[in-house]
């Protein structure tokens, strides 16, 4: 099968090459998926799990791409609860082969069935930004009606379906970003914007609810924004700085059937919109992450027509 291969950390998404790979075969629990769409997020060339397995062992040449959607095409030994031949969607395991290629086997409780009105290009956008966005809202961020939250790179993948949910479950939203963002964020359902590049982000006062994709600086001075009894919630390594009265929590997105469910239906019933900045084809994958100009939203490969 055809798949976009990484061997070397240092290079980045400038070391992905399209390669010649076997395909895989779906272990106990596992399925085999033929991927429809593909989704990266570029962080994941930083972490352990592209580059070596569960035990620490060398796995590259990896391939990586941890969203998916597509078609069952085998089950493995013991597999129950999907079919073969049914549309699925979800989040590949960190530690294995991902899903830029033209197979992918994931565990089945990894994925959850994808509506046959949502297209696939759609599907493969959800995984990581919804399913960040739903658990650093409301299993870590414990978010409740009324609160104000604060969300950080609103315009981007992450932030655009925070401001949506949070918007959606009765939150007062001030986004942040870049100055070329503040219409995007807005249409995204922020009330208010942050020029995190011109405004004094302390201006904003108290918030009940940080979400923080950026980190840093800004995630250190966002601390002390948090109200009394409120939550920093980081996706952008652990915290610089705690609340003085509250808490601070970072995570990693986990999959989850349910919430891909939930995630998916709002986007059906028109709720949630998806952020895709871009589709191209496997072929183009290499050249699509490697972008002359910024890509405004997701990147999707489309690797079957
Ligand atoms: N822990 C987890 O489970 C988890 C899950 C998902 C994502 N992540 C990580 O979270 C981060 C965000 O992911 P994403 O998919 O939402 O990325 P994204 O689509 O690039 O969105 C990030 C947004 O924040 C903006 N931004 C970043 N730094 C900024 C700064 N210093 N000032 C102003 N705006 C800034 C970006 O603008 P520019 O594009 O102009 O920089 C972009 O609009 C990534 O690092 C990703 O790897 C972690």
Do not use: C
Request: proline share 4%; charged share 20%.
């Amino acid at each position: 099968m055809k798949a976009i291969v990484v061997t070397d950390q240092a290079a980045g998404t400038a070391g992905m090459t399209l390669a010649e790979r076997s395909e895989p075969e779906a272990a106990g629990n596992d399925v085999l998926v033929e991927v429809h769409a593909s989704g990266f997020t570029p962080g994941e060339l930083t972490w352990p799990g592209t580059w070596t397995d569960r035990l620490g062992r060398d796995r590259t040449p990896s391939i990586p791409g941890h969203e998916v959607a597509g078609v069952v095409s085998a089950l493995g030994y013991g597999t129950r609860g999907l079919s073969v031949g049914q549309r699925v969607f979800g989040l590949a395991d960190w530690t294995r082969d991902g899903t830029l290629a033209e197979y992918v086997a994931i565990e089945a409780r990894n994925l959850a069935p994808l509506p046959g009105d949502v297209d696939f290009t759609v599907g493969a956008s959800l995984p990581i930004s919804g399913l960040t966005a739903w658990q650093g809202l409301f299993v870590h961020g414990r978010f409740q009606m009324g609160q104000s939250v604060l969300v950080h790179g609103a315009a981007g993948g992450v932030g655009s379906v925070v401001t949506q949910l949070a918007r959606e479950a009765g939150a007062y939203v001030i986004g942040t970003g870049r100055a070329a963002d503040r219409q995007t964020a807005l249409d995204f359902g922020a009330q208010e914007f942050v020029d995190l590049d011109n405004d004094t982000l302390e201006d904003v006062g108290g918030v009940d609810l940080v979400f923080d994709v950026i980190g840093g600086d800004i995630g250190e001075r966002s601390a002390g924004l948090v109200r009394a009894g409120g939550m920093l919630v980081t996706i952008a390594g652990p915290p610089e700085a705690q609340p003085k009265d509250g808490l601070a929590v970072d995570f990693v997105v986990e999959a989850d059937r349910a919430q891909l469910g939930e995630v998916v239906q709002r986007v059906r019933d028109g709720r949630l919109r998806t952020n895709i900045g871009q589709v191209a084809d496997l072929d183009a994958a290499a050249s699509a992450f490697n972008p002359t100009e910024r890509v405004k939203g997701k990147t999707i490969i489309r690797v079957r027509p």
